[in-house]
């Protein structure tokens, strides 16, 4: 029994998780098209390794990371979910909030989902952690909680004391997490022993469950064993923010711009390590995940394994959608956000697609009264309130004061808010606009610099061309000079020798007289 220590704030929205988490996960099928897109991860974005009508085989690795050492990248190689034929290599609409398209690389199916040969490593810990690592670096694994950070970035630390197994799945809505702790309970362990491997010195592994899951904490408590123990955490959002878990089970905070990994923590989530499982016993690249397809605007909501690049619509169709569709959103009504259509692909960070038969309706938004509410309600104890005032008045040195890079976005504050206020939305705002400005600054340092080099390549080149007209100058002046001292000389010699033939002829005339 170890004990908990309860986080500032949260909220207890209702949860709606009885939509989706009653049936097993269900296999979504090949579709016709894939579409993958480079960037799936925070990070940096792949290059392709394949072109135009290459046939390539279920578990290919189709881009890579820039360097040619993925396990030194803050990035992730991208792998056919499906065997078939490269079609197309280009811009395509991706889920992502700025609603920007952005480069991919397009499979024609062939349905014989054939695989690729595959190395296995379940002889992993006869094997350098270092080597293991670089294989689940090679195995494209990202988090797979929506954040897409590469899972090997988080694997280097050697000074590691406990690693923390996120199931708390605290949003709204989302079961998938919950239905893989349920159905694959020994594939999360052994993951589990595999990632503390990895670790090398962690001395012990916490699984944390929220409450509200009484059957994935039952199944995985059965087969937990050792140094690694399931918790129950208490069902409040957002629990499964990093830091609010690791405080709730070690008491232990995060500094402020921090790293777990700087108090000895790391945190991987249950289906991530679920991946790594599959990695490593299976050869199984990231090529597929589980998804909660769910809401009011779906007849039958479910979780599906899918593979990545799978068309949204190809799911939807298979939840007997309603007629009357009005919203989607990829990620939980907390984090998520819109998608203009259902036409995008899944990608790795997509855990939930919410279908609503309902408008989003915008209740109308009053005056702050300044209650106090979302600073009650803030898990990071910041002043949301303060924070809406800065971001309003567009001061955004002051903002920053108040640590509006420490917010997570996790809608608490505008939850609470009595006025409506979409606070988030300023937040947003206010960090989209000061990541603009050091962009822009940096744009025009580097204009800047290259104005004073090139005034300076300018001045140079002026400077030379001075210094060789100085040269012929002073060369022509000097041939002149000589030019005209020879003319002289010349001039003066013909003098002589005239009054020479005088004085001679003189002499000569006297003679004769
Ligand atoms: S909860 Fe809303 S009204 Fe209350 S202080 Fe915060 S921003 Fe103002
Ligand atoms: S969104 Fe940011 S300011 Fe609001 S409650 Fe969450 S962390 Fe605090």
Sequence with gaps: MIQLWPFHGGIEPKSYKTLSNQVAIKKAGIPQFLTLPLLQHIGEPTKPVVNIADKVLKGQIIAHCENEDCSLSLSAPIHASSSGTIVAIESHAVPHPSGLNAPCIVIATDGNDEWIERFPLPNYTDIEPDIVRNYIAQAGIVGLGGAGFPSHVKLVHNNIDTLIINGAECEPYITCDDRIMQEHPADVIVGAQILLHVLGGAKNCIIAVENNKPQAYKTLSNLAQGNIAVVQVPTLYPMGGERQLIYTLTGKEVGRGKLPASIGIVVHNVETTRAIYRAIYQGRPLISRAVTVTGTGL?????????????????????????????????????????????????????????????????????????????????????????????????????????????????????????????????????????????????????????????????????EKKARLQKLKSKSNASKESAIKAALERVKAKKQAIIIQHLIDNSSDSHLQ
């Excluded at 007629?323 to 203009?340: E, Q, T, V, W, Y």
């Excluded at 309902?358 to 303060?386: D, F, H, S, T």
């Excluded at 947003?428 to 990541?435: L, N, Q």
């Design 299 to 463: 007849e039958t909501p479910q979780n599906f394994e899918i593979l990545l690049g799978t068309p949204m619509e190809f799911i939807l169709k298979q939840c007997n959608p309603k007629s009357n569709l009005k919203r989607l959103i990829m990620g939980g009504p907390m984090m998520g956000f819109s998608l203009p259509n259902n036409k995008m692909p899944i990608v790795k960070t997509t855990n939930c697609l919410i279908l609503s038969d309902k408008e989003e309706v915008k209740p109308l938004q009053m005056p702050c009264i300044r209650c106090g509410a979302c600073a009650q309600a803030c898990p990071i104890n910041l002043l949301p309130q303060q924070l809406y005032w800065y971001a309003k008045a567009k001061d955004l040195k002051k903002i920053q004061e108040y640590h509006l890079f420490d917010c997570i976005d996790c809608g608490c504050c505008a939850y609470v808010c009595p006025s409506h206020i979409p606070l988030i939305s300023y937040y947003r705002y206010a960090k989209a606009e000061i990541r603009a400005n050091e962009q822009e600054s940096k744009k025009s340092e580097s204009a800047k610099h290259r104005h004073e080099f090139r005034t300076f390549r300018l001045e140079r080149i002026k400077a």
